[in-house]
């Protein structure tokens, strides 16, 4: 164990994929592998920034985190990337996707790229995903790309997970935008209506005019031209405009703070989480027989109604 601990801190990146192993695994033994190295490691969490990079399948994340991520190699930043999927239905061949999509970045020195688990009860996300991005800041990682779908109970997942939201648009008429979801607009940071090239050029500059009016009704205090863009990761233009005012987000929210605080909310969440879900296992286990002979009942014919089910817990 502990040279895997110490292959991990050496920036070993299949040590850094067996811990990821352990922290995803259905065993609890595993996971507190993974959690335990974590615990010895907290220093090192303050490190990394984060970015999520969001939108509907097809909208081009992976070509994206791609073009993104060759450039900012080529800065001398280490990158880990996470594609984190909590809609596996809607995009199966995504792994496969991903793979093809990265293939300048997959091939880099230093650069680790982790598709989302495939088979996990929550569909993609696992319970222990957002740990995955903590290992990768205490292996030394600067940029954590991670790549989720716009849709379903996204925003609440992207909202915890990082310190700036990328959502990237489709060029679409107004009509069509209506399909984006609110809560999903509200949460951004930044939104790029992406594939601004060839015949989609002048749609995508349309959309952009569109999504700067919607988003001024939202969030009032946006500063429109630091943050929606229009952009082609065949093209790449502008994509060193797009990084400056990314890092200048991130910047002032270090400045004021909030970048701080805001990793310390995300951190009750995910706190919030665990404990209920082992509160919740712990007092299934102990319930187990009780509930076992209701359930018998139930086969028998028996009507179990509430106040019944609330005196047995309480019992
Ligand atoms: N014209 C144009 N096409 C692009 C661009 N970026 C990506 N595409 C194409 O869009 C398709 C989807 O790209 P992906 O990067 O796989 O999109 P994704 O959002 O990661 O898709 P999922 O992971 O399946 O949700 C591919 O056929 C890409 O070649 C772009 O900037 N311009
Ligand atoms: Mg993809």
């Not at 609890?28 to 399948?57: C, H, R, W």
């Not at 930044?190 to 015949?199: Q, T």
């Not at 027989?289 to 139930?298: A, F, P």
């Not at 028998?300 to 817990?313: F, M, P």
Request: with cysteine; hydrophobic share 40%; net charge negative.
């Amino acid at each position: 164990m502990q040279s895997l601990e110490e292959g991990v801190l050496q920036g070993n990146i299949a040590a850094l994929a067996r811990m990821i192993t352990y922290n995803e695994s259905t065993r609890l033994e595993d996971n507190l592998i993974a959690d335990n190295f974590i615990n010895k490691n907290q220093e090192k969490l303050s490190n990394s920034i984060v970015l999520s990079i969001s939108g509907i399948p097809g909208v081009g994340k992976s070509s994206f985190i791609e073009t993104l991520g060759v450039y900012l190699h080529h800065l001398g930043y280490k990158l880990a990337v996470f594609s984190i999927d909590p809609s596996s239905e809607l995009s199966h061949g995504s792994i496969l996707g991903d793979k093809t999509r990265m293939t300048e970045l997959s091939s880099m020195d230093n650069v680790f790229i982790r598709p989302s688990p495939s088979s996990n009860r929550l569909g993609g996300l696992g319970i222990n995903t957002h740990k995955n991005i903590e290992l990768a800041k205490i292996a030394g990682y600067d940029i954590i790309l991670v790549e989720t779908v716009g849709v379903g109970q996204s925003e609440t997942i992207v909202k915890n997970l990082c310190d700036a939201f990328i959502l990237l648009l489709m060029p679409a008429s107004g009509d069509e935008l209506q399909v984006i979801k609110k809560g999903i607009m509200e949460v951004a940071d930044f939104y790029i209506i992406h594939k601004a090239d060839g015949e989609l050029l002048n749609a995508a500059n349309l959309s952009k005019k569109e999504i700067e009016n919607s988003v001024h009704l939202l969030k009032s205090d946006l500063n429109v031209s630091e943050s929606i863009f229009a952009f082609s990761s065949i093209e790449k233009l502008g994509l060193d405009l797009i990084w400056n005012f990314i890092m200048k987000f991130i910047e002032s929210k270090k400045e004021k703070k909030t970048f701080y605080s805001t990793r310390i909310l995300q951190r009750i969440h995910w706190f919030k989480e665990t404990y209920e879900r082992m509160m919740l296992m712990h007092y299934l286990e102990k319930g187990k027989e009780k509930y076992k002979v209701l359930e018998d009942e139930i086969k028998a014919g028996k009507y179990i109604s509430l106040n019944e089910i609330k005196e047995n817990i309480e019992e």
